[in-house]
């Protein structure tokens, strides 16, 4: 993949997790983990944004990704509505996100092997920490 092609690819992974997100935040009873999920969700859609931008930028044009969500993610969520209804509960839920962000810090690293301008590598090596930290804390979450 090419840079541009691996910027897209990142943009709906964001776009994927932060349907996930709202997902998880709609499907969890405990306040706490509700307000952690959109703000994680907010945060991915934010994250999608800058890479969307940072991709103009490299093209020098208006191009965007017009339907960032990917089917993968579609099907993804839909198996996590079906496991909620089968009653994993909150911890599973929260299991899934971990592993969600477990999978985007994977995607991510593939992405900083490859070589971006400065402004552009800045920006997914920000959102690769926000990502690591978000997993720590699902994994503290996890563990307690």
């Known amino acids: ?9 990142l943009i ?3 776009a994927d997790s932060a349907e996930r997100y709202r997902r998880a935040a709609a499907d969890v009873r405990d306040e706490k983990f509700v307000q952690f999920f959109s703000r ?5 859609r934010f994250h999608a944004g800058e890479l969307n931008t940072e991709r103009k930028y490299l093209v020098g044009s208006a191009d965007t990704v017009h339907d960032a969500r990917s ?3 579609f099907i993804d969520r839909i198996a996590m509505d079906l496991n909620v209804v089968m009653n994993i509960g909150d911890a599973g839920v929260i299991s899934w996100c ?9 995607e991510y690293e593939k992405a900083l092997k490859e070589n ?3 402004s552009t590598r800045s920006k997914l090596e920000h959102q690769h920490m926000q990502n690591r930290n978000i997993l720590a804390a699902l994994e503290k979450v996890m563990s307690s």
Do not use: F, T, W
């Open 1 to 9: 993949m090419n840079r541009l092609e691996i910027l897209d690819h």
């Open 12 to 14: 709906k992974v964001c």
């Open 40 to 44: 994680q969700e907010s945060a991915r």
């Open 71 to 73: 089917l993968g993610g």
């Open 98 to 106: 971990r592993d969600d962000a477990r999978e985007i810090i994977a």
């Open 116 to 118: 971006y301008p400065e």
